[in-house]
């Protein structure tokens, strides 16, 4: 099974990408933590390639992972492409 995050690692994620440890709901943070997810996913399934609950998971992050870019990218487009940017994800 894929590892969950700890507590201090979520926080250290929140704090880079949100602004603040304590908010969590930042679309920013949220979609650092759903970055962090899924590449821990796509490095479970390399080694695990017949788990088909964490490939239906990963498909899950990846979809929700798009809708919060493409609110992001509406939002505000400064804030979208500096997070693509720092995350490393081609858009």
Do not use: P
């Not at 894929?2 to 920013?28: H, M, P, R």
């Not at 490939?55 to 919060?68: E, F, N, P, Q, T």
Request: proline share 0%.
């Amino acid at each position: 099974m894929a590892e969950y995050l700890k507590k201090e690692q979520k926080e250290e994620i929140f704090a880079e990408f949100g602004g603040d440890k304590k908010n969590t709901g930042s679309v920013e943070g949220q979609i650092a933590l759903f970055t962090r997810r899924i590449q821990g996913l796509s490095d479970h399934l390399q080694t695990n390639y017949k788990d088909h609950s964490s490939r239906r998971a990963l498909l899950s992050l990846v979809g929700k992972r798009k809708r919060y870019l493409n609110y992001l990218a509406k939002k505000d487009i400064m804030k979208y492409r500096d997070l693509i940017a720092k995350l490393g994800l081609r858009k």
